[in-house]
């Protein structure tokens, strides 16, 4: 079974630049996460779908940041305009459903904001 | 609001030690508390879990114990090999939403 997949790994821009992460869940999962891990913290939620519905984006700061799940698969975050304290790792990651007991996740891409 | 926190931030050992990680949480009102393992450029990796209604799970070396009264998890890594180095998470979820709550994490270097 393949995992969740993510790209790019790696990136690097400037601030005020924008940036778009991809993710492609495990076949059949119907939750989809966008976590947030800045360097020494542990993962943040930004935003959790159910399908290609929106369940809690509570945390994600919309001002600068969007996210969505066109036809409930793949997932893209968006970051516009970037600015240096986005600097972070971004892990996706997917379950069964929202109540499965645990989430899969991908390798993350790294972004740094120079 | 869930707050978890690991101690120690950073463990060195040498190999073949036994060493414990701990993980605290301040809201009991938990579904199941984890642990991952997270490599230096990967993402998490589960170890354990422990439904709210358990006290411990084993996996091979570890073993993982969950106390929801005090609010404290442990994880003991048995005989511990170069191979354990890694960033152990802890995360608790919640009994309401399902959503994780990790803890800052304890880097761990097992020394050859």
């Known amino acids: 079974e393949a995992g969740v997949a993510q790209s790019p790994r790696y990136k690097i821009i400037e601030k005020r630049q924008s940036v778009a992460f991809w993710c492609n869940p495990i076949?059949?999962?119907?939750?989809l996460y966008w976590y947030q891990q800045i360097l020494g913290q542990g993962p943040k939620l930004l935003i959790q779908?159910?399908?290609?519905?929106?369940?809690?984006d509570s945390q994600l700061p919309k001002d600068r940041f969007s996210a969505e799940r066109l036809k409930g698969v793949d997932s893209t975050l968006k970051i516009q305009p970037a600015k240096l304290e986005d600097s972070a790792v971004y892990l996706c990651?997917?379950?069964?459903?929202?109540?499965?007991?645990?989430?899969?996740f991908g390798p993350g891409t790294r972004l740094t904001v120079l | 609001k869930q707050e978890v926190t690991q101690i120690p931030a950073a463990l060195s050992v040498p190999e073949g030690e036994n060493l414990v990680l701990n993980c605290s949480f301040t809201d009991s009102a938990i579904y199941n508390l984890q642990w991952f393992r997270q490599d230096p450029g990967k993402g998490l990796t589960s170890l354990l879990l422990?439904?709210?209604?358990?006290r411990e799970q084993t996996s091979g070396r570890l073993n993982a114990s969950l106390d929801k009264s005090s609010g404290r998890s442990t994880l003991y890594i048995a005989a511990s090999q170069p191979g354990d180095s890694a960033t152990y998470l802890c995360?608790?979820?919640?009994?309401?939403?399902?959503?994780?709550?990790f803890g800052k994490g304890t880097l761990l270097t097992v020394n050859p």
């Open positions: 995360a608790s979820v919640d009994g309401s939403n399902y959503k994780l709550t």
């Open positions: 779908f159910q399908n290609n519905g929106v369940v809690d």
């Open positions: 422990i439904q709210s209604s358990q």
């Open positions: 076949s059949g999962h119907a939750t």
């Open positions: 990651a997917s379950s069964l459903v929202v109540r499965a007991k645990t989430q899969y």
